[in-house]
């Protein structure tokens, strides 16, 4: 069983929606990790932060071009991450990819290095 394990992944019309899940099979103690992220890539991007909760104080962030239309949540005794999209667009197609971080260092929520633990990743594919 992977560490993360993204699903819900699909295809949608510009304006629909979609609920992305990650299953945390190490995810059992949350005093452990710092942030768990949602992360997108695109074809000739660089991988960009989604979404990110801190395990503390539960206390969300969000990239700009999603704010107002995402949602990440999660369900410590389910061990599961989500992300609610909401009104996609073209923009938000991309490979989508869950990360935990249990590096407790000067890193912030968007950096790829302050994640230590990936998924394999969902596409995500919004037609116009």
């Known amino acids: 069983q992977a560490d993360l394990a993204e699903s819900g992944g699909g295809s949608v019309q510009a304006g629909g929606s979609l609920r992305l899940s990650c299953s945390a099979s190490?995810?059992?103690?949350?005093?452990?990790?710092?942030?768990l992220a949602w992360f997108r890539q695109a074809p000739g991007k660089e991988r960009e932060g989604v979404a990110a909760v801190s395990t503390g104080d539960a206390f969300t962030y969000y990239a700009d071009s999603v704010k107002g239309r995402f949602t990440i949540s999660r369900d410590n005794a389910k061990r599961t991450v989500f992300l609610q999209m909401n009104n996609l667009t073209p923009e938000d197609t991309a490979m989508y990819y869950c990360?935990?971080?249990?590096?407790?260092?000067?890193?912030?929520?968007?950096?790829?290095?302050?994640?230590?633990?990936w998924g394999q990743g969902t596409q995500v594919t919004v037609s116009s």
């Open positions: 990360a935990a971080s249990t590096l407790w260092n000067d890193g912030t929520w968007y950096q790829l290095q302050s994640y230590n633990y």
């Open positions: 190490i995810y059992t103690d949350s005093s452990l990790y710092r942030y």
